[in-house]
């Protein structure tokens, strides 16, 4: 089995270095970039499995980089882990909300990294199972990885797929941010509650094309729901 490939774009060499360090002795395979420039030549060489994202570069900014890679149809579902001084929660939503998997706050121990990065493979990773799942004029097609509204696929992120897979295998039921939090991204994971609205927009936003957004429903002061009308 090949070694999964992570790219680190951090223009400080000592950061980069400790962390390429950390992740070679935990089995991964890695690349380096100093800047925007460098990780895309980095991208085009060979597609990572995962991206670890320093928010200040010395020319394009993470964050921008960031919704360049979330637009091209061939970068839009590597996960990306952002890495950054910025502590205040603008900043993550921020982060989050441009296509980010996870935020990790500088500085930070090689151990939580690890934990970080195996959480996001481990929800990213497509699910190997022949199940055709639908819920009225959606359906969510596992052995191909596609959901579909009739003949039109929808467009989703990995997290999101599992959000609607989870979504669509339990309907008409209410769940909290901290139950979606065990249930699609699992116990003992280090993920904010404010992580799951982030989401929960962007699934909404991909069913917009459709007119399926109201199928996610929130229930004040309880959570979420997903409900299609009259099935």
Request: aromatic share 6%; charged share 30%.
């Amino acid at each position: 089995m090949s070694k999964q490939r992570i790219l680190i774009v951090e223009d400080e060499p000592p950061i980069r270095e400790m962390v390429v360090f950390g992740l070679s002795r935990a089995g991964f395979d890695t690349a380096e970039a100093g800047d925007s420039k460098q990780a895309r030549v980095a991208i085009a060489d060979s597609l990572p499995d995962l991206i670890l994202m320093d928010w200040m570069l010395p020319d394009v900014s993470g964050l921008e980089l960031l919704r360049r890679l979330k637009r091209d149809d061939l970068t839009r579902n590597i996960p990306v882990i952002m890495l950054t001084a910025r502590a205040d929660e603008y900043d993550k939503v921020s982060g989050l909300e441009s296509g980010a998997d996870d935020y990790l706050t500088k500085p930070f121990s090689q151990r939580e990294l690890l934990a970080r990065i195996n959480a996001v493979l481990r929800r990213s990773a497509p699910e190997a199972q022949a199940d055709l799942l639908q819920v009225k004029g959606l359906s969510m097609d596992e052995a191909g990885h596609r959901v579909m509204a009739g003949d039109e696929e929808i467009l989703v992120g990995p997290t999101e797929y599992k959000l609607l897979r989870f979504f669509m295998t339990h309907p008409d039921r209410v769940y909290s941010r901290s139950q979606l939090l065990d249930r699609v991204w699992g116990e003992n994971v280090y993920v904010e509650e404010r992580t799951v609205d982030v989401h929960i927009r962007r699934l909404r936003k991909a069913l917009e094309s459709s007119s399926l957004e109201t199928y996610v429903q929130t229930v004040r002061g309880a959570g979420y729901r997903f409900s299609a009308p009259g099935a």
